[in-house]
């Protein structure tokens, strides 16, 4: 039986994206299944940023739509951002060590067959459509997630 990994992540944050999609990539290299659950925040990992807006929106949605980031590379880091500065800092950093970009460890993690969830009540409440996500994000209920973790020999929350 393989081994499984379960991530929660809720974090919006650049680099704790960009470590759980390392953690995910390298889990799948040892032949690890991983599945990862966004929520709330962490939603924006998965945000398409060639979706077109949708047009069935709150003026609470549009707004919360045009105020956060639109895709993985918009978003900020957790500390030390600078209004951008740093985040640019850091990605030179990874570019002088050779280090891949957290859009190549995205598309990795899509292409060595991670799961990719979406929350739900997240998904609503943050007034995402299922059509703004990237199209391997399934929206699954929180219950569902807690049958995937329990089922997972590790669980990891970002």
Request: net charge neutral.
């Amino acid at each position: 039986m393989n081994k499984k990994l379960n991530l929660l992540i809720f974090s919006g944050d650049y680099d704790k994206a960009l470590a759980g999609l390392i953690i995910a990539n390298a889990a799948r290299e040892i032949d690890i299944d991983v599945s990862i659950f966004f929520g709330f925040w962490g939603l924006l990992l998965v945000r398409d940023p060639k979706a077109p807006p949708c047009e069935n929106k709150t003026v609470y949605e549009k707004m919360f739509s045009m105020m956060t980031p639109n895709g993985i590379e918009e978003l900020p880091l957790s500390k030390m951002n600078f209004s951008g500065i740093g985040k640019e800092m850091l990605k030179a950093m990874m570019k002088e060590e050779d280090t891949p970009s957290i859009t190549a460890f995205l598309k990795g993690a899509i292409k060595k067959g991670v799961k990719f969830y979406g929350c739900k009540l997240s998904v609503e409440i943050m007034g995402f459509k299922k059509e703004e996500l990237l199209p391997e994000v399934e929206i699954i209920e929180a219950k569902d997630y807690l049958k995937d973790a329990v089922n997972s020999n590790m669980q990891l929350f970002i």
